[in-house]
T-cell receptor
Framework: AQSVAQPEDQVNVAEGNPLTVKCTYS??????LFWYVQYPNRGLQFLLK??????LVKGSYGFEAEFNKSQTSFHLKKPSALVSDSALYFC????????????FGQGTELSVKP | SAVISQKPSRDICQRGTSLTIQCQVD?????MFWYRQQPGQSLTLIAT?????????ESGFVIDKFPISRPNLTFSTLTVSNMSPEDSSIYLC??????????FGEGSWLTVV
């Protein structure tokens, strides 16, 4: 069965420091991987995706993610965190053999302090 | 990209009543989905809205409780029937674009009292 794990419920980072939000997945075949951000009282905003190609994917707001097939991971990164990055982040996987539905991780709350 | 509009954005509903949520997309899309996000939780897929045929429901969700319509490639509705406080959630519409990017609407925030 497909699954996504975000091992950290919360990540705390000082402004200006690099940040990493971890995600590991389990899916048969070649997964499509996504990161979304949810600000308070808002819907989900698409950040980036990996389908194929370069393992390092660049997305919105300076975020990037690295696909590692051997470790079945897709960690979200940003070189220099901003206070405005504070939000809830979701990793999700899509098995292209099972339509377009997404399986989500439980979410990671990112808190960036000045 | 795809711009997805959901209505209503928020509502407070009486238990036992039903509410229909609308999802409008600015372009034709083949795949459209409805998700639920319960308070403090992640997202769970309710169903795939199929154009011209009955929706495909995930385990734990049934058509009598969550009837879905998909009359064309840009519009869908989700009805939450006979609501109870346990139905208080965010309901989100999602679409897949031809580039395999999956976008979400802003959600419909329902509180059942």
């Amino acid at each position: 069965a497909q699954s996504v794990a975000q091992p950290e419920d919360q990540v705390n980072v000082a402004e200006g420091n690099p940040l990493t939000v971890k995600c590991t997945y389990s899916v048969s075949g070649n997964p499509y991987l996504f990161w979304y951000v949810q600000y308070p009282n808002r819907g989900l905003q698409f950040l980036l995706k990996y389908i194929t190609g370069d393992n390092l994917v660049k997305g919105s707001y300076g975020f990037e993610a690295e696909f590692n097939k051997s470790q079945t991971s897709f960690h979200l990164k940003k070189p220099s965190a901003l206070v405005s990055d504070s939000a809830l982040y979701f990793c999700a996987v899509r098995d292209p053999n099972q339509g377009g539905k997404l399986i989500f991780g439980q979410g990671t709350e990112l808190s960036v302090k000045p | 990209s795809a711009v997805i509009s959901q209505k209503p954005s928020r509502d407070i509903c009486q238990r036992g009543t039903s509410l229909t949520i609308q999802c409008q997309v600015d372009s034709q899309v083949t795949m459209m989905f409805w998700y639920r996000q319960q308070p403090g939780q992640s997202l769970t897929l309710i169903a795939t809205a199929n154009q011209g045929s009955e929706a495909t429901y995930e385990s734990g969700f049934v058509i009598d409780k969550f009837p879905i319509s998909r009359p064309n490639l840009t519009f869908s509705t989700l009805t939450v029937s006979n609501m109870s406080p346990e139905d208080s959630s965010i309901y989100l519409c999602s679409v897949v674009t031809p580039g395999n990017t999956i976008y979400f609407g802003e959600g419909s925030w329902l509180t059942v009292v």
